[in-house]
């Protein structure tokens, strides 16, 4: 919508007349309700007496029909028997199979009895490794000796993955199972100490194999007798 030209002289009858209509409206308004607005504006008022407990039990009277109708309605759902849309759920039945840790050969069922256990079984695999009974028999000696920091020392020092069947924390992600990694592996083609090898050996050094020899000029190295 374009703007309205306020320079036309017609606009300015137009606002004008518009201008007056809204002030003979609100005159009218006030002078209806003059009586309200005197009685509000006072603030001589009957003082009422209600203190607020009265205030809060009137919000609680006012909510208990609510209340009680949803009281009701739920006694009532509660005795309804549900609607089951199937009696059982597909391939639950087979769902640890091929997904235990003995399936997946993280763990051997001779050492940990735990894993032995039916495919209907679907309790949640045990999270740690089985403990060494030696081991195991550090926490009920003496002490000074023996005791509960000797057995968590002793136990600090066996690899995460020896000691439980997955990665239990964040921590270990940096140094769960390095030893298949790459890096940690001899390289095929890396150096070799070869004067610290040879002088420890049980015969001493040696001389070089004939393949480390430069190869010889082409022609004749020895002189032959004519």
């Not at 005159?27 to 008022?45: D, F, P, S, V």
């Not at 403990?131 to 136990?155: A, D, M, Q, T, W």
């Not at 390095?178 to 015969?203: A, E, F, I, N, Y």
Request: hydrophobic share 30%; with cysteine.
């Amino acid at each position: 919508m374009p703007l309205l030209d306020i320079t036309n002289p017609a606009v300015i009858i137009f606002l004008k007349e518009n201008y007056e209509k809204e002030n003979r409206l609100r005159l009218n308004w006030i002078t209806k309700h003059r009586e309200a607005i005197q009685h509000a504006a006072t603030l001589n008022r009957e003082p009422t007496g209600y203190y607020e407990k009265d205030v809060i039990a009137h919000n609680m009277k006012e909510g208990m029909a609510t209340i009680t109708r949803d009281h009701i309605v739920a006694g009532y759902n509660r005795r309804k028997v549900p609607i089951r849309d199937g009696t059982s759920i597909p391939g639950i039945a087979k769902l640890r199979e091929g997904n235990s840790i003995a399936d997946i050969k993280l763990g051997d069922p001779k050492e940990d009895p735990r894993l032995v256990r039916p495919p209907t079984d679907l309790r949640r695999d045990p999270i740690m490794r089985p403990i060494n009974p030696e081991l195991k028999e550090v926490v009920y000696k003496s002490k000074p000796e023996f005791g509960r920091v000797e057995y968590l020392k002793r136990r600090s020092k066996i690899l995460p993955e020896n000691r439980y069947y997955f990665s239990e924390c964040s921590n270990w992600d940096y140094g769960w199972r390095t030893g298949d990694s790459v890096l940690r592996q001899k390289p095929m083609h890396g150096r070799c100490w070869h004067l610290t090898r040879t002088l420890r050996t049980r015969v001493g050094p040696q001389p070089d194999p004939s393949h480390y020899k430069s190869s010889d000029f082409p022609g004749p190295s020895k002189c032959v007798a004519i």
